[in-house]
């Protein structure tokens, strides 16, 4: 990318050739770690993994972790990963006593690949769908990236009733793409190189962005993780193709700002500044303006991928707005 500003189904067989990839990189490190379990693990006779069909029948694949009695959180993952993306912030805070749930958006990780449907509006209704079958209540809400997207459109199409509090992280609104009434946003040129690498070699074009301005592992005497890399690459692999190609139009030409305007929550923005991907003046300052009962946290020197860089900070930031 330019560095520019449960149970068994077909798509579980194509997950398991990339886990194999995957342990076969990590059995080439020194590490040992220990398998996975194949059946979906059980908390107190809940279900911590299930599935739900949409109605249009889309199977979404979401994780439910932490007591069932806690305030709500729902975590909303960034192109082209999935829930896996937000495990250090689900078991930080489940552990703090709240009730932690990350769906894979349609098209994404382990939820099925339909070939329509892959816009922003159906990703929203989806989101709703997957409150309304928990029934939950009083929930914060929390977007990465484009799942920063979603969040607000959720808001814009739903409203705030079952809302108590929304986090945008690394978030793309109010919108990236520049266009005459959005002068600050980036050429389309930029997505455009998204689309041709995407189309010309997904896999390598997918660990290059997780090398280099993803995680700001081109920047000099950064520290790279290739265990992050691995993991990017991997669930970036575990979506769809047409699903993530679909996608990039999205993230990048989506106008966001009438559906901000709708926030009537408090409402985090983090963001860093020297985000590679989503920079901050198109995006967190811009949208910290729109937002009436806004807070934002801007983090010197932070990539985009911020939620495992400095996950620290993420996550304490994260519970002090949740409990204040």
């Not at 078991?91 to 958006?105: E, K, S, V």
């Not at 109010?174 to 070699?201: H, N």
């Not at 669930?235 to 700002?257: L, P, V, W």
Request: proline share 6%; with cysteine; aromatic share 8%.
């Amino acid at each position: 990318m330019p560095s520019t500003p449960a149970g068994d189904s077909p798509n579980l067989s194509r997950r398991n050739v990339l886990a194999t990839a995957a342990s076969a990189a990590v059995a080439a490190s020194t590490l040992t770690v220990p398998a996975a379990a194949s059946a979906a693990p059980t908390n107190k006779g809940n279900n911590t993994v299930a599935t739900l069909t949409t109605r249009d029948g889309v199977e979404l694949y979401y994780k439910d972790w932490g007591p069932r009695t806690g305030q709500p959180i729902v975590f909303s993952h960034g192109w082209p990963l999935n829930s896996d993306s937000w495990e250090s912030q689900m078991l930080f805070l489940a552990d703090h006593g709240y009730r932690c749930i990350a769906h894979d958006r349609r098209g994404h990780g382990r939820s099925s690949q339909p070939w329509d449907g892959n816009d922003m509006d159906h990703y929203a209704d989806d989101l709703a769908q997957l409150i309304e079958k928990l029934d939950l209540k009083n929930a914060v809400l929390i977007g990465f990236s484009t799942g920063g997207g979603e969040v607000a459109r959720y808001v814009g199409r739903h409203g705030t009733k079952r809302v108590a509090k929304l986090a945008l992280i690394s978030a793309v609104p109010p919108q990236m793409m520049k266009t005459a009434d959005y002068p600050d946003g980036l050429p389309k040129e930029v997505f455009d190189g998204i689309r041709a690498g995407s189309l010309q070699d997904r896999s390598q074009f997918y660990l290059n962005l997780a090398s280099g301005p993803f995680y700001g592992f081109n920047r000099p005497g950064a520290k790279v993780s290739q265990g992050l890399i691995n993991a990017w690459w991997m669930q970036g692999m575990m979506a769809g193709h047409k699903n993530t190609y679909d996608c990039i139009k999205q993230f990048s030409e989506t106008d966001f700002r009438g559906d901000l305007a709708k926030f009537d929550r408090p409402t985090l923005v983090i963001h860093g500044d020297d985000d590679q991907i989503v920079p901050i003046n198109a995006s967190a300052r811009a949208a910290a303006r729109l937002v009436k009962q806004s807070t934002l946290l801007v983090y010197p020197g932070a990539p985009h991928g911020l939620c495992d860089t400095h996950k620290d900070r993420v996550n304490n930031d994260l519970l002090a707005f949740i409990k204040g």
